[in-house]
Every structure is written in structure tokens, then in C-alpha cells.
T-cell receptor, first 115, second 109 residues
Framework: NAGVTQTPKFRVLKTGQSMTLLCAQD?????MYWYRQDPGMGLRLIHY???????AKGEVPDGYNVSRLKKQNFLLGLESAAPSQTSVYFC??????????????FGDGTRLSIL | KNEVEQSPQNLTAQEGEFITINCSYS?????LHWLQQHPGGGIVSLFM???GKKKHGRLIATINIQEKHSSLHITASHPRDSAVYIC???????????FGKGTKLSVKP
């Protein structure tokens, strides 16, 4: 049972390049989230999805786009990478809030450096 | 002011010591989470609680809803407990977590 899988694990980009981070979960979870983790700060929500075909902005959405074409996958895109987007990115998934006491399940993270 | 505050930020203990990490929050919540993150590693959920107390092995988590406060206790600490412990809360209908900045624990042998 893989849980939440993030690819790639590491990536170095040059300013202005684009890339897509992939998050895949095999637990049939409705809700999926993208967070970023920066030194000295708590994790912050970038975008989230409450189901296939739906996405919404979180606390820090600027510079990112997302898509949820399939229930199991949640993609995070950087159209034109900037040094300020250097961070560790975590994907998480969960059942619908209120459906029992289920925690969020996290991927192992993607370390992204923008030069 | 952050919605979720943790203390201390850093904690060094000797093996065998009893450890307490505190978390206070200022928003209405449906649940509070304690998470563990090892250096360079992913994030693992330790506890999710909305009232009372939960225990798993040497770890105990408590929450006081009226005081908006939670504690994570580690009994008989061990060097393998060295990690960052993160408090987070869920409150909104979208279910996302609001995180504290974490407590970095180092347990010396």
C-alpha cells in the first residue's frame, strides 16, 4: 500500500523554467492538498481539491496552478519558476472532513530549488 | 499573531527524560493533530484528537478544548525520538490543516 507518492523527490530549476509536481494517492481519498514548508515557518496551504475536477486556492496560491483530472492524482504546476518558490512541497490527502476521525496522509515531499 | 503557537521552539533532552511540548490555538477547531517529521523526511501523523487524551506507546497527547491548549508528552525519551514535532488544527469545511512552526527535539544518549 503506497499511500501518497510524490514525484520527483528533488529538482533544481532555473528562474523562468516550468515544471509539474505529481501527487498520487491510492486510498480513494476525496480531499487532496498541496503545502509548502519554508525554514522558520509552518507549512502553508497552496491549493486544495475536494474532489475530481475541483480545485481551490489556499493561503499562498500565487505563481502556482493545479489540476485534479483524476481522483487519485493532484498536480501542482509552476509556470515560470522564481527563487521565492524554493521550498519543500508536501502533498496530503484525506477522507471528507466529518467522515470519522481520519488524519491526513502525507507524501515524502519534493525538494525544489530555483536558481 | 499565529493561529497555532507551539512551545518550546527547540528542546534538548537526555535519554530517559520526560518531555512535554505545548500547543495553543486561537481558532475554532474540529480536531487537533500532532505530526512528526524526521530530518529530511516526510511527515507522519501521530495523533488526531478532538477531546480528552490519547496514548500510543510512549507518546501521550491531551487536549483542553475550553483552554484551547494541547500537550504532547514523551515518556522515557530515546534518541530515535529526535525529530520535529508539529501541532496542527483543522477547522474549516475544506479540511486543510493550519500548522504551528514546529518544535525541534533532540534527545542525547
Amino acid at each position: 500500500n503506497a499511500g501518497v507518492t510524490q514525484t520527483p523527490k528533488f529538482r533544481v530549476l532555473k528562474t523562468g523554467q516550468s515544471m509539474t509536481l505529481l501527487c498520487a494517492q491510492d486510498m480513494n481519498h476525496e480531499y487532496m492538498y498541496w503545502y509548502r514548508q519554508d525554514p522558520g515557518m509552518g507549512l502553508r496551504l497552496i491549493h486544495y481539491s475536494v474532489g475530481e475536477g475541483t480545485t481551490a486556492k489556499g493561503e499562498v496560491p500565487d505563481g502556482y496552478n493545479v489540476s485534479r483530472l483524476k481522483k487519485q492524482n493532484f498536480l501542482l504546476g509552476l509556470e515560470s519558476a522564481a527563487p521565492s518558490q524554493t521550498s519543500v512541497y508536501f502533498c496530503a490527502s484525506s477522507t471528507r472532513p466529518g467522515q470519522g476521525t481520519q488524519p491526513q496522509h502525507f507524501g515524502d515531499g519534493t525538494r525544489l530549488s530555483i536558481l | 499573531k499565529n493561529e497555532v503557537e507551539q512551545s518550546p521552539q527547540n528542546l534538548t533532552a537526555q535519554e530517559g527524560e520526560f518531555i512535554t511540548i505545548n500547543c495553543s490555538y486561537s481558532v475554532g477547531i474540529s480536531a487537533l493533530h500532532w505530526l512528526q517529521q524526521h530530518p529530511g523526511g516526510g511527515i507522519v501523523s501521530l495523533f488526531m484528537l478532538s477531546s480528552g487524551k490519547k496514548k500510543h506507546g510512549r507518546l501521550i497527547a491531551t487536549i483542553n478544548i475550553q483552554e484551547k491548549h494541547s500537550s504532547l508528552h514523551i515518556t522515557a525519551s530515546h534518541p530515535r525520538d529526535s525529530a520535529v514535532y508539529i501541532c496542527a488544527v483543522t477547522g474549516g469545511s475544506q479540511g486543510n490543516l493550519i500548522f504551528g512552526k514546529g518544535t525541534k527535539l533532540s534527545v542525547k544518549p
